[in-house]
């Protein structure tokens, strides 16, 4: 079935610097998906990719799908405390459209 | 809207017990998916439904069943609880397929 690899599983960061989170498929992805949880609570969407070569932003958060719809990547300019927590990229797969996780990437941040 | 409902939020449960995990969204939505997250964990997919009456096997549905008899509703049944089956349950659901999922605030089960 439907696999993505996330990389790395665990970051800690200076509060300052930047972070990066990458998704990877042996296939080609429709669309994908980002969600961040924070620590004990539940997964929240926070966007979605469809095309190729896509980059979206929200304030200090980059969101890049590949050119071959094989990769996406978010990047945190400049991390804050509030940004503790784990990023899931997750895409759709079998055929009637179930939603796979990746394995997720903590993020830590010292202030 | 209360979005996605989940109860209850915590339950212990004995060696051999069953119960039920409840759901239920009020968003019309037509996709539900029930998934389990052990201790710094990813998300591992139990069952999902395209809508009422149409449930499937995610990746780790053994030990678990399911029901779809409305579109608000997708209990979670365990039957004979093992403590393998320790873990934090989300229910989830979108309006169709690929598009944004709403989570439930999950329901922490631990089988003692």
């Known amino acids: 079935g439907q696999q993505v690899m996330q990389i790395p599983q665990y970051q800690h960061v200076q509060e300052g610097e930047d972070f990066t989170t990458y998704c990877n498929s042996s296939?080609?992805?429709?669309?994908i998906q980002w969600y961040k949880q924070r620590p004990g609570g539940h997964p929240v969407f926070l966007i979605q990719?469809?095309?190729?070569?896509e980059v979206k932003k929200q304030k200090r958060l980059t969101f890049q799908f590949g050119e071959a719809k094989k990769n996406s990547s978010l990047h945190i300019t400049a991390t804050q405390t509030t940004d503790v927590g784990t990023y899931f990229c997750?895409?759709?797969?079998?055929?009637?459209?179930?939603?796979?996780f990746g394995k997720g990437t903590k993020l830590s941040v010292k202030p | 809207n209360a979005g996605v409902t989940q109860t209850p939020k915590f339950r212990i449960l004995k060696i051999g017990q069953s119960m039920t995990l409840q759901c239920a969204q009020d968003m019309n939505h037509n996709y539900m998916y029930w998934y389990r997250q052990d201790p710094g964990m990813g998300l591992k997919l139990i069952y999902y439904s395209v809508g009422a009456g149409i449930t499937d096997k995610g990746e780790v549905p053994n030990g678990y069943n399911v029901s779809r008899s409305t579109t608000e509703d997708f209990p979670l049944r365990l039957e004979l609880a093992a403590p393998s089956q320790t873990s934090v349950y989300f229910c989830?659901?979108?309006?169709?397929?690929?598009?944004?999922?709403?989570f439930g605030q999950g329901t922490r089960l631990t089988v003692v």
């Open positions: 296939t080609t992805l429709s669309n």
């Open positions: 990719l469809v095309k190729s070569g």
């Open positions: 989830a659901s979108s309006y169709g397929r690929a598009t944004e999922a709403f």
């Open positions: 997750a895409v759709v797969g079998g055929s009637q459209g179930n939603l796979i």
